[in-house]
């Protein structure tokens, strides 16, 4: 059982660049997030699913995008990449009481 | 002000000290409590999570909540050189609410 991956491990990209990050579960979680990691300022929501076909916007979501066509699949897209969009973007899913994350996307925009 | 703060460190102790980890929170709705431990390079993961206040044990590790104070911290006794990670503490209204971290304490320990 593999949890949760993530793809790709790291990306250096250009800015104006469109890119997407994939997450894939097999643990067959309803909730699946997307968050960022940046120094000094800790996790921070971008988009959430609490199912399948849904998804919310959290705390960052300005400049992103994501789908969730299936239980196991959360894509996060960036549609034309910016500088202060570099950072260590995590996935994760949910059961009723923990969260599990997936192992991590460097990205750096140059 | 931040919902939840966290002094982000580092912190540098010897093997077999005992470490204490603390964070604050600002609103008293703030029902469900949770440590996670973060090594570089890898997702966090979780450590213990709690809903009341009081200690809960789990091994070497201790979470402790007073909602009075809106304080939380996470005692770990022993402490090893495998214990040296990033730990957030996190705050949520319930298990199935979305989570608010901490910043995180980057911890070291000494051999």
């Known amino acids: 059982i593999a949890g949760i991956t993530q793809a790709p491990t790291s990306q250096i990209l250009a800015a104006g660049r469109r890119m997407t990050l994939r997450c894939t579960q097999d643990m067959r979680h309803n909730a699946m997030y997307w968050y960022r990691q940046d120094l000094g300022l800790g996790l921070r929501l971008i988009h959430y699913?609490?199912?399948?076909?849904?998804?919310g916007k959290g705390e960052v979501p300005d400049g992103y995008s994501v789908s969730r066509a299936n239980t196991d699949d959360f894509p996060l897209t960036l549609a034309s990449a910016v500088p202060s969009q570099t950072s260590v973007y995590f996935c994760a899913s949910s059961d009723l009481d923990t969260q599990y994350f997936g192992p991590g996307t460097r990205l750096t925009v140059l | 002000q931040k919902e939840v703060e966290q002094d982000p460190g580092p912190l540098s102790v010897p093997e077999g000290a005992i470490v204490s980890l603390n964070c604050t929170y600002s609103?008293?709705?703030?029902?469900?409590f949770m440590w996670y431990r973060q090594y570089s390079r890898k997702g966090p993961e979780l450590l213990m999570y709690?809903?009341?206040?009081g200690n809960k044990e789990d091994g070497r590790f201790t979470a402790q909540v007073d909602k009075s104070s809106k304080y939380i911290s996470l005692f770990i006794r022993d402490s090893q050189p495998s214990d040296s990670a990033t730990y957030l503490c996190?705050?949520?209204?319930?298990?199935?609410?979305?989570?608010?971290f901490g910043s995180g304490t980057r911890l070291s320990i000494r051999p």
């Open positions: 609103n008293s709705a703030f029902q469900y």
């Open positions: 709690t809903y009341s206040s």
């Open positions: 699913s609490n199912t399948a076909g849904t998804t």
């Open positions: 996190a705050i949520s209204y319930s298990s199935a609410s979305k989570i608010i």
